[in-house]
Protein backbone atom coordinates (compact mmCIF):
# COMPACT_ATOMS: atom_id res chain seq x y z
CA UNK A 1 0.00 0.00 0.00
CA UNK A 2 1.23 3.42 -1.52
CA UNK A 3 1.49 5.73 1.70
CA UNK A 4 3.28 9.27 2.52
CA UNK A 5 3.69 10.79 5.46
CA UNK A 6 4.57 14.49 6.26
CA UNK A 7 5.84 16.36 8.74
CA UNK A 8 7.92 19.05 10.11
CA UNK A 9 4.83 21.83 10.05
CA UNK A 10 4.81 24.42 12.81
CA UNK A 11 4.15 27.69 13.98
CA UNK A 12 6.90 30.10 13.02
CA UNK A 13 7.70 33.65 13.35
CA UNK A 14 8.19 35.58 9.70
CA UNK A 15 11.18 35.22 7.98
CA UNK A 16 11.60 32.25 10.17
CA UNK A 17 12.79 29.12 8.40
CA UNK A 18 11.51 25.36 8.51
CA UNK A 19 12.23 21.79 6.41
CA UNK A 20 9.23 20.00 5.72
CA UNK A 21 9.30 16.33 5.26
CA UNK A 22 7.38 13.58 3.23
CA UNK A 23 8.13 9.29 4.16
CA UNK A 24 7.00 7.25 1.41
CA UNK A 25 6.32 3.23 1.54
CA UNK A 26 4.60 1.09 -0.41
CA UNK A 27 6.29 1.84 -3.77
CA UNK A 28 10.03 1.99 -5.55
CA UNK A 29 10.36 5.41 -4.75
CA UNK A 30 13.50 6.14 -6.46
CA UNK A 31 11.12 5.70 -9.68
CA UNK A 32 8.98 8.51 -9.70
CA UNK A 33 8.96 12.36 -9.82
CA UNK A 34 7.24 14.16 -6.43
CA UNK A 35 5.62 17.22 -5.91
CA UNK A 36 4.30 19.64 -3.13
CA UNK A 37 1.02 21.19 -2.98
CA UNK A 38 -0.23 23.67 -0.81
CA UNK A 39 -3.38 24.98 0.22
CA UNK A 40 -4.17 27.80 2.53
CA UNK A 41 -7.08 27.96 4.93
CA UNK A 42 -10.56 27.76 3.10
CA UNK A 43 -8.86 28.25 -0.54
CA UNK A 44 -7.68 26.06 -3.60
CA UNK A 45 -4.62 23.88 -4.42
CA UNK A 46 -1.67 25.94 -5.17
CA UNK A 47 1.64 23.53 -6.99
CA UNK A 48 4.48 25.04 -4.95
CA UNK A 49 7.33 22.42 -6.66
CA UNK A 50 8.36 19.23 -8.48
CA UNK A 51 11.23 17.41 -8.55
CA UNK A 52 11.91 14.38 -10.88
CA UNK A 53 12.88 10.86 -9.29
CA UNK A 54 17.10 11.57 -9.70
CA UNK A 55 16.48 14.58 -8.36
CA UNK A 56 18.21 16.30 -11.31
CA UNK A 57 15.09 18.11 -12.50
CA UNK A 58 13.51 20.40 -10.16
CA UNK A 59 11.19 23.25 -10.88
CA UNK A 60 9.47 26.10 -8.41
CA UNK A 61 6.25 28.07 -8.56
CA UNK A 62 6.68 31.92 -9.04
CA UNK A 63 5.91 32.30 -5.44
CA UNK A 64 7.99 30.34 -3.63
CA UNK A 65 11.13 30.46 -6.37
CA UNK A 66 14.61 31.68 -4.47
CA UNK A 67 12.90 30.92 -0.79
CA UNK A 68 12.15 27.30 -0.90
CA UNK A 69 14.59 24.49 -1.76
CA UNK A 70 12.90 20.62 -3.04
CA UNK A 71 14.96 17.69 -2.57
CA UNK A 72 14.72 13.50 -2.11
CA UNK A 73 17.00 11.05 -0.71
CA UNK A 74 16.28 8.02 -2.13
CA UNK A 75 17.99 5.84 -0.08
CA UNK A 76 15.67 6.99 2.71
CA UNK A 77 12.77 6.95 0.58
CA UNK A 78 12.30 10.62 1.75
CA UNK A 79 11.05 14.00 -0.10
CA UNK A 80 12.10 17.34 1.83
CA UNK A 81 11.13 21.11 1.25
CA UNK A 82 13.33 23.35 3.29
CA UNK A 83 11.03 26.52 3.38
CA UNK A 84 12.95 30.08 4.15
CA UNK A 85 12.04 33.45 4.42
CA UNK A 86 8.21 32.90 5.05
CA UNK A 87 5.60 35.19 5.08
CA UNK A 88 2.12 35.16 6.08
CA UNK A 89 0.89 34.22 3.01
CA UNK A 90 2.92 31.07 2.79
CA UNK A 91 0.59 29.68 6.23
CA UNK A 92 -1.19 26.40 4.66
CA UNK A 93 -1.22 22.86 4.78
CA UNK A 94 1.72 21.83 2.79
CA UNK A 95 0.88 17.93 0.83
CA UNK A 96 3.54 15.72 -1.07
CA UNK A 97 2.22 13.48 -3.34
CA UNK A 98 3.64 11.10 -5.98
CA UNK A 99 3.47 11.33 -9.91
CA UNK A 100 1.41 9.50 -11.25
CA UNK A 101 0.34 9.13 -15.34
CA UNK A 102 0.89 11.99 -17.69
CA UNK A 103 0.47 15.08 -15.57
CA UNK A 104 -1.50 13.38 -12.56
CA UNK A 105 -0.64 13.20 -9.01
CA UNK A 106 -2.24 9.65 -7.54
CA UNK A 107 -1.26 9.68 -4.38
CA UNK A 108 -1.07 12.03 -2.01
CA UNK A 109 -0.22 12.32 2.18
CA UNK A 110 -2.88 13.27 4.49
CA UNK A 111 -0.48 16.86 4.51
CA UNK A 112 1.73 19.19 7.61
CA UNK A 113 0.41 22.53 8.46
CA UNK A 114 2.98 25.44 8.55
CA UNK A 115 1.58 28.61 10.48
CA UNK A 116 3.30 31.78 9.43
CA UNK A 117 2.40 34.64 12.55
CA UNK A 118 4.02 36.71 15.16
CA UNK B 1 -6.19 34.19 -9.42
CA UNK B 2 -6.31 30.59 -10.67
CA UNK B 3 -4.59 29.40 -13.69
CA UNK B 4 -7.81 27.30 -14.88
CA UNK B 5 -11.25 28.83 -14.30
CA UNK B 6 -14.21 26.65 -12.51
CA UNK B 7 -17.86 28.03 -11.51
CA UNK B 8 -17.14 27.92 -7.80
CA UNK B 9 -20.40 25.71 -7.05
CA UNK B 10 -22.45 23.13 -8.42
CA UNK B 11 -25.52 21.43 -7.10
CA UNK B 12 -27.50 18.55 -8.10
CA UNK B 13 -29.66 16.13 -6.58
CA UNK B 14 -29.24 12.36 -5.92
CA UNK B 15 -29.70 10.51 -9.27
CA UNK B 16 -28.86 13.74 -11.35
CA UNK B 17 -25.59 14.45 -13.11
CA UNK B 18 -23.97 17.12 -13.06
CA UNK B 19 -20.75 18.41 -15.49
CA UNK B 20 -17.81 21.06 -14.08
CA UNK B 21 -15.90 22.61 -16.57
CA UNK B 22 -12.55 23.79 -16.37
CA UNK B 23 -11.11 26.14 -18.94
CA UNK B 24 -7.80 27.13 -19.63
CA UNK B 25 -5.08 28.16 -22.59
CA UNK B 26 -3.83 27.11 -25.34
CA UNK B 27 -0.02 26.39 -23.34
CA UNK B 28 -2.28 24.05 -20.47
CA UNK B 29 -5.69 22.49 -21.04
CA UNK B 30 -5.74 23.01 -24.47
CA UNK B 31 -2.47 22.19 -25.68
CA UNK B 32 -2.27 18.87 -23.93
CA UNK B 33 -4.14 15.69 -22.58
CA UNK B 34 -2.26 16.29 -19.36
CA UNK B 35 -5.96 17.27 -17.45
CA UNK B 36 -6.66 15.30 -14.33
CA UNK B 37 -9.42 15.81 -11.73
CA UNK B 38 -9.43 15.78 -7.79
CA UNK B 39 -11.80 15.29 -5.40
CA UNK B 40 -11.27 16.90 -1.66
CA UNK B 41 -13.51 16.07 1.21
CA UNK B 42 -13.47 18.12 3.78
CA UNK B 43 -10.19 18.02 6.24
CA UNK B 44 -8.66 15.52 3.39
CA UNK B 45 -6.04 14.99 1.16
CA UNK B 46 -7.33 15.55 -2.54
CA UNK B 47 -7.87 12.23 -4.19
CA UNK B 48 -7.39 11.52 -8.24
CA UNK B 49 -10.34 11.25 -10.08
CA UNK B 50 -9.50 11.29 -13.70
CA UNK B 51 -6.09 11.69 -15.59
CA UNK B 52 -5.13 12.26 -19.03
CA UNK B 53 -8.69 14.29 -19.91
CA UNK B 54 -11.04 10.58 -19.59
CA UNK B 55 -9.04 7.97 -17.83
CA UNK B 56 -9.96 6.45 -14.60
CA UNK B 57 -7.75 5.21 -11.95
CA UNK B 58 -8.50 1.55 -10.50
CA UNK B 59 -11.16 1.96 -8.10
CA UNK B 60 -12.56 4.97 -9.01
CA UNK B 61 -16.67 4.45 -10.24
CA UNK B 62 -17.58 4.95 -13.52
CA UNK B 63 -20.19 7.25 -12.82
CA UNK B 64 -16.72 9.78 -12.98
CA UNK B 65 -15.71 10.56 -16.55
CA UNK B 66 -13.76 13.23 -18.10
CA UNK B 67 -13.75 15.38 -21.73
CA UNK B 68 -11.95 18.19 -23.63
CA UNK B 69 -13.25 20.36 -25.80
CA UNK B 70 -10.80 23.13 -27.25
CA UNK B 71 -8.96 24.96 -24.16
CA UNK B 72 -11.84 23.94 -21.75
CA UNK B 73 -12.06 20.62 -20.02
CA UNK B 74 -15.00 18.80 -18.03
CA UNK B 75 -15.85 16.73 -15.16
CA UNK B 76 -19.65 14.47 -15.39
CA UNK B 77 -20.82 13.04 -12.65
CA UNK B 78 -23.92 10.43 -13.09
CA UNK B 79 -26.13 9.43 -10.83
CA UNK B 80 -25.16 11.65 -7.93
CA UNK B 81 -24.82 10.42 -4.22
CA UNK B 82 -24.78 11.86 -1.62
CA UNK B 83 -21.11 10.40 -0.69
CA UNK B 84 -20.09 12.70 -3.87
CA UNK B 85 -20.23 16.27 -2.05
CA UNK B 86 -17.16 17.63 -2.07
CA UNK B 87 -14.32 20.06 -3.72
CA UNK B 88 -13.28 19.81 -7.03
CA UNK B 89 -9.69 20.88 -8.56
CA UNK B 90 -8.80 20.58 -12.29
CA UNK B 91 -5.42 20.27 -12.77
CA UNK B 92 -3.11 20.80 -16.27
CA UNK B 93 0.50 20.37 -17.21
CA UNK B 94 1.37 23.90 -18.41
CA UNK B 95 3.93 24.85 -21.39
CA UNK B 96 5.88 27.57 -18.89
CA UNK B 97 7.95 28.08 -15.99
CA UNK B 98 4.60 27.25 -13.57
CA UNK B 99 4.81 23.24 -14.59
CA UNK B 100 1.03 22.42 -13.14
CA UNK B 101 -1.47 24.86 -12.76
CA UNK B 102 -4.75 24.20 -10.63
CA UNK B 103 -8.39 25.31 -11.01
CA UNK B 104 -9.63 27.16 -8.11
CA UNK B 105 -12.22 24.47 -7.30
CA UNK B 106 -15.57 23.97 -7.64
CA UNK B 107 -17.86 22.98 -4.48
CA UNK B 108 -20.54 20.17 -4.99
CA UNK B 109 -23.61 20.26 -3.19
CA UNK B 110 -25.94 17.01 -3.25
CA UNK B 111 -29.10 18.73 -2.67
Known amino acids: EVQLVESGGDLVQPGGSLRLSCAAS????????MIWVRQAPGKGLEWVSY????????YYADSVKGRFTISRDNAKNSLYLQVNSLRAEDTAVYYC???????????WGQGTLVTVSS | QSALTQPASVSGSPGQSITISCTGT?????????VSWYQQHPGKAPKLMIY???NRPSGVSNRFSGSKSGNTASLTISGLQAEDEADYYC???????????FGGGTKLTVL
Open chain 1, 97 to 107: AKKGTGGSFDY
Open chain 1, 26 to 33: GFTFSSYS
Open chain 1, 51 to 58: INSTGRTI
Open chain 2, 26 to 34: SSDVGGYNY
Open chain 2, 52 to 54: EVS
Open chain 2, 91 to 101: SSYARSSTLVV
